[in-house]
């Protein structure tokens, strides 16, 4: 990989790709600094309790910028969210799934739908996370303030959320990688100088060998798992074609284990807190009300929350990976180019064995995703190590991930240029 990145800054193309990413990612680390107008100086210093678990989900995708009470506060949540819904809905609507037959010209409108379902989102979020601000959970940080002042705040927040994401589109325009998982890569990169500072300061030899141990053990996982493909042997027939006779030839198609990624993770641990977010609104800081002892069942870490979470990631991750591959489409597609599974009947008998497939090795990638989200849990509770230095499996999860695509690409860009990156036999 260093190898890769040397060669890149030799061609003048490539390190100007190189340093436009970095540049717009340090822009966007700027923006988690700047806070919101309003904001009261004492309780900007600090910030919110790392206890709250709406702290938790928008502290993880925003790199402290929620915490901070800054114009980036939302991050690329919003967008996040309008792709996810976006993606299924294309699978629902028959106009959005002619658009994505359409190609470049059908993916541009859908991405438009897009963005303007992000501004929808960012508007809807950006009021409810001012009010949020003006509660209690949040110290009050914009108590007191005039409806002009909500409004601009509102707007604001609004507006940092459209900018994240053209600043995530530049990216993969202009610069190396995509954009937006950068974005989301920088954001939880950039708190491990303060969970290793938290280490150093427990002084726990144990904790951080077991820590180490862990981190190195999961990235592992998480590469052989990402890598990992059942390949289906597709052969196909000699065809003529007018007066041209194609040639035949055998193949493979490659269905991945983990075909959902991060996704069920993000969906299950958002469902888990709608109710949490809901119970400590509407209860405030009264732990023996109704809704106080909700939140408190549904609290990070317990038995409950973490078997409720295990079982959402798995239905989730065959749901995705159901609204990702059609074994019925696949299997049409293959009898009308002329392939077929060898010692498989073309046509449905063909569907029915790719979806046996396919249930098969996502029973293996959904246990592993709900391994990678509940284990950090159990662990962190074993250590006593709260809320400050949590090994989140998700976090690691995207990061390997983008971090293996932006090699791939890199690579990509290298060989197009003949140039010999990593995979360089020695």
Excluded: C
């Excluded at 009050?140 to 604001?156: C, E, H, Q």
């Excluded at 180490?212 to 996982?221: D, K, V, Y």
């Excluded at 990402?226 to 390949?231: F, H, I, L, S």
Aim: aromatic content about 10%; overall charge positive.
């Amino acid at each position: 990989m260093l190898g890769s990145l040397a060669n890149a800054w030799k061609i003048p193309e490539l390190r100007q790709r190189l340093l436009f990413t970095a540049a717009l990612l340090a822009l966007y680390r700027l923006g988690a600094f700047v806070p919101l107008p309003g904001v009261r100086p004492e309780v900007l210093g600090s910030g919110l309790s790392a206890n709250n678990p709406v702290t938790r989900l928008f502290g993880t995708f925003t790199g402290g910028a929620f915490n901070n009470f800054s114009v980036f506060s939302l991050g690329i949540m919003p967008y996040i969210t309008a792709a996810i819904v976006m993606q299924l809905m294309t699978v629902a609507i028959p106009r959005l799934q002619e658009l994505a037959r359409e190609g470049e010209t059908g993916q541009q409108k859908i991405t438009q739908y897009t963005r303007y379902f992000t501004l929808v989102l960012a508007v809807v979020q950006s009021a409810a996370m001012v009010f949020y601000f003006r509660s209690a959970q949040a110290g009050g940080a914009l108590a007191g303030t005039s409806p002009i002042d909500i409004l601009v705040a509102i707007v604001t927040l609004t507006t940092g959320v459209m900018l994240t994401m053209w600043l995530g589109e530049l990216i993969s325009q202009r610069g190396l990688g995509n954009g937006i998982s950068l974005i989301i890569t920088a954001s939880i990169l950039s708190q491990a100088p303060r969970a290793i500072q938290y280490l150093l300061e427990d002084g726990n030899v144990l904790n951080m060998v077991i820590l180490g141990l862990l981190a190195i053990l999961i990235i592992a996982s998480i590469v052989f798992v990402n890598e990992g493909q059942r390949r289906i042997p597709i052969t196909y027939a000699k065809r003529q074609v007018g007066r041209r006779m194609s040639q035949g030839g055998t193949t493979y198609l490659p269905l991945k284990v983990n075909m959902a990624g991060v996704i069920p993770i993000i969906f299950a641990s958002s469902l888990l807190l709608f109710p949490v977010v809901l119970a400590q609104l509407a209860s405030g800081n009264d732990p023996d009300s109704f809704l106080g002892r909700l939140a408190q069942f549904f609290n990070a870490g317990g038995a409950p929350y973490l078997i409720l979470y295990a079982m959402l990631v798995i239905m989730f991750t065959y749901f995705y990976t159901a609204v990702q591959f059609n074994p019925v489409e696949h299997a049409d597609n293959l009898k009308k180019s002329g392939g077929y599974v060898p010692g498989i009947r073309p046509g449905q008998p063909t569907a029915i064995y790719l979806n046996n497939v396919l249930t098969r090795i996502t029973l293996f990638g959904a246990l592993f995703l709900a391994t990678v989200a509940v284990v950090p849990y159990m662990i962190s509770g074993a250590l006593n190590l709260g809320q400050q230095i949590f090994l989140g499996g998700t976090s690691m999860l995207i990061v390997v991930g983008v971090s293996l695509d932006t090699v791939r690409q890199l690579e990509s860009q290298l060989m197009m240029r003949n140039y010999e990156g990593f995979l360089k036999k020695r």
